[in-house]
């Protein structure tokens, strides 16, 4: 079976793991990527083996052979990059935010179900093996009611005043910052297992550094290297290092998540904790085959990883016996896996669509509101 033809666009932090997801799934191949330095995405090319880079990313979707784009850009391309790929007859799979704006996420939405394309965003957490036990724990009824979620989202790769992202700036990362980045991730999750939706907001955020000193020089994301002080400029900042988010979901159910991009030691650490009237769940994407299980009436638990010990759902999100470690890059393995048997055999197999990008725009943005306001805001 010849393999299904893909392009990536965009070969920041995030590009290349497209690559190697996208080569994990052992039904697509990726032929040609493009980044904003053409000497750079060369480079990176022959660095990965793939056959061709373009310098402008019109070239690549005018590719005859490229069937599937994949969107790794900065969030103010994403929008405008995908509409282009649908029109050019290619499926996509994007990074979140699916947009900036929700008319632009209507939009994309109706224009890839009028080309009959596959519309994917890539919310992989849900993709970890242990999320799915617990989706597959709650609709079997094994935390009976669910009472309370808490949790949160943390790194510390801005901790310092000299760490600069683009996501710092809203005019490329929108109006927020760590719940666009990293807490449509955790909220994403939670919907996807709970099967309910979020109602209402009330949220808290703050900005630590006002100014960040932007590198005069190339620095890659997560490379924590330290430049001199002539070899950087000030910038006003206005997106927020920290939240916290008070919340209900469906008509019971309360919770709260906190997303902070300034608190050290924490790496990239995934956390929640759902409880209900027969147990209690915590799950800590820093130690992701490990599921702690919480009894009033008996004694506390740790399911290991192990495909011959959870249910048949969440064991298919699995590629080795138990004791051998699933992590990051297996998460974006199975979402591409499911993606990809869309494409090719139109399954509707689970993955996160542009609705579920959608989904996340209104969220964040009813978040901001709220923030800035300081008042709960219903969704």
């Not at 290619?90 to 632009?104: I, N, R």
Request: proline share 3%; with cysteine; hydrophobic share 35%.
């Amino acid at each position: 079976m010849s393999r299904v033809k893909v392009g990536v666009i965009g070969l920041g932090f995030i590009g290349p793991v497209h690559v190697e997801a996208i080569r994990r799934t052992g039904v697509a191949e990726v032929v040609a990527v493009c980044g904003n330095n053409f000497e750079k995405a060369q480079k990176k090319a022959a660095e990965m083996g793939v056959d061709r880079a373009y310098p402008d990313y019109k070239q690549l979707l005018a590719d005859p052979e490229i069937e599937v784009v994949h969107i790794c850009t900065p969030n103010n391309l994403h929008y405008q990059i995908s509409k282009e790929a649908l029109l050019a007859g290619k499926h996509v799979v994007c990074e979140k935010p699916l947009a900036l704006e929700m008319e632009q996420c209507d939009e994309l939405i109706e224009l890839g179900k009028k080309l009959n394309k596959v519309c994917a965003v890539n919310f992989n957490m849900r993709a970890y093996p242990i999320v799915q036990q617990v989706r597959d724990m709650i609709e079997r009824g094994d935390l009976g009611e669910i009472f309370s979620i808490n949790g949160s989202y943390t790194q510390d790769w801005m901790l310092l005043d000299t760490d600069y992202s683009w996501r710092a700036e809203p005019k490329y990362t929108g109006c927020t910052r760590t719940v666009a980045d990293i807490g449509s991730h955790w909220f994403d999750m939670i919907e996807h297992i709970c099967g309910q939706r979020v109602t209402s907001v009330c949220a808290d955020f703050a900005t630590f550094y006002k100014v960040r000193k932007r590198p005069l020089k190339p620095v890659e994301t997560y490379s924590g290297k330290i430049l001199e002080p002539g070899d950087y400029e000030e910038i006003p900042v206005e997106t927020e290092d920290y939240s916290t988010v008070l919340f209900r979901m469906g008509d019971k159910i309360h919770g709260s998540c906190t997303t902070c991009q300034t608190m050290a030691g924490r790496k990239n650490r995934l956390y929640f904790e759902i409880a209900g009237s027969k147990a209690m769940v915590a799950w800590d994407s820093e130690k992701c085959n490990e599921l702690w299980i919480g009894s009033r009436e008996g004694a506390n638990q740790t399911l290991i990883r192990d495909a011959s010990l959870m249910y048949p759902n969440a064991a298919g999100y699995t590629s080795y016996p138990g004791g051998h470690n699933e992590g990051f890059a297996d998460s974006m393995k199975h979402h591409m896996i499911r993606i990809y048997d869309d494409i090719i055999n139109h399954s509707g197999a689970s993955h996160a669509t542009f609705e579920d990008g959608r989904r996340e725009v209104e969220i964040c943005n009813a978040v901001y509101e709220s923030a800035v306001n300081e008042k709960w805001v219903k969704l």
